[in-house]
T-cell receptor, first 112, second 111 residues
Framework: SQKIEQNSEALNIQEGKTATLTCNYTNYSPAYLQWYRQDPGRGPVFLLLIRENEKEKRKERLKVTFDTTLKQSLFHITASQPADSATYLCALSSGGYQKVTFGTGTKLQVIP | DADVTQTPRNRITKTGKRIMLECSQTKGHDRMYWYRQDPGLGLRLIYYSFDVKDINKGEISDGYSVSRQAQAKFSLSLESAIPNQTALYFC??????????FGPGTRLLVL
C-alpha cells in the first residue's frame, strides 16, 4: 500500500540555523509533492509545490527538493526563526482526478 | 472574510446523536474534501467531491455521509455518533491546481 513517512519525532534547532525536514514515500509514483504548514488547532496552509520533473523549488527562505529515484523530498528553512515553529506536512498526488495523501507531519521547534 | 468556513467550530455531542458539520467556500473551487485529524495519524480523507454531481469515498468513510448542496457547500454528517469519532475535522477545497485550502476546523467531542 502507499505509504508516506515523515519523522514523527520533533526537530529542535537553534534560531538562525537551517532546518531540514524529510518526506519519504513508498509504493507511489507522485506527479507532484506539496508541503504545508500547520499551527496547533488550525488548518494546514500551503507552502510549496514541486512537480516530478522538477529537482528543486525555492520561495524566500524555503527550499524543496524532490528525488523520484530515492523517493524522497527534503524541505529546508534557512535562517530559521521562532515564528517558523509549527508542524510541517508533506502531501503527494498522482495528479488529475487523484486525491492528495498527507503524511503525519514533523513538528519543528526553533529555539531562540 | 475567510475563504473556507466551517460551522460549528466546536461541538460536544452524545453517543448515538446525529450531527452535521457544514463547510462553505468563496473561492469558486469545484473540488471539496472532508478530513479528520487524530494525534499521530495525520490527516485522513473521509469523502471528496470533484463537482456538485460527484461524491467519492475516502479511506475512512464508514459511519459518515456527505451532501454537496451547491458548488460552495459541502456538509458532513455523522448519522449516529460514537466516541471514536472524536477528532478535529477539516474541510478543504481545491481548484484546477492541486493546492488545497483548508478551513479552520471543527473540534468534535463525542461522549
Amino acid at each position: 500500500s502507499q505509504k508516506i513517512e515523515q519523522n514523527s519525532e520533533a526537530l529542535n534547532i537553534q534560531e538562525g540555523k537551517t532546518a531540514t525536514l524529510t518526506c519519504n514515500y513508498t509504493n507511489y509514483s507522485p506527479a507532484y509533492l506539496q508541503w504545508y504548514r500547520q499551527d496547533p488547532g488550525r488548518g494546514p496552509v500551503f507552502l510549496l509545490l514541486i512537480r516530478e520533473n522538477e529537482k528543486e523549488k525555492r520561495k524566500e527562505r524555503l527550499k524543496v527538493t524532490f528525488d523520484t529515484t530515492l523517493k524522497q523530498s527534503l524541505f529546508h528553512i534557512t535562517a530559521s526563526q521562532p515564528a517558523d515553529s509549527a508542524t510541517y506536512l508533506c502531501a503527494l498526488s498522482s495528479g488529475g482526478y487523484q486525491k492528495v495523501t498527507f503524511g503525519t507531519g514533523t513538528k519543528l521547534q526553533v529555539i531562540p | 472574510d475567510a475563504d473556507v468556513t466551517q460551522t460549528p467550530r466546536n461541538r460536544i455531542t452524545k453517543t448515538g446523536k446525529r450531527i452535521m458539520l457544514e463547510c462553505s467556500q468563496t473561492k469558486g473551487h469545484d473540488r471539496m474534501y472532508w478530513y479528520r485529524q487524530d494525534p499521530g495519524l495525520g490527516l485522513r480523507l473521509i469523502y471528496y467531491s470533484f463537482d456538485v454531481k460527484d461524491i467519492n469515498k475516502g479511506e475512512i468513510s464508514d459511519g459518515y455521509s456527505v451532501s454537496r448542496q451547491a458548488q460552495a457547500k459541502f456538509s458532513l454528517s455523522l448519522e449516529s455518533a460514537i466516541p471514536n469519532q472524536t477528532a478535529l475535522y477539516f474541510c478543504a477545497t481545491s481548484g484546477r491546481a492541486e493546492t488545497q485550502y483548508f478551513g479552520p476546523g471543527t473540534r468534535l467531542l463525542v461522549l
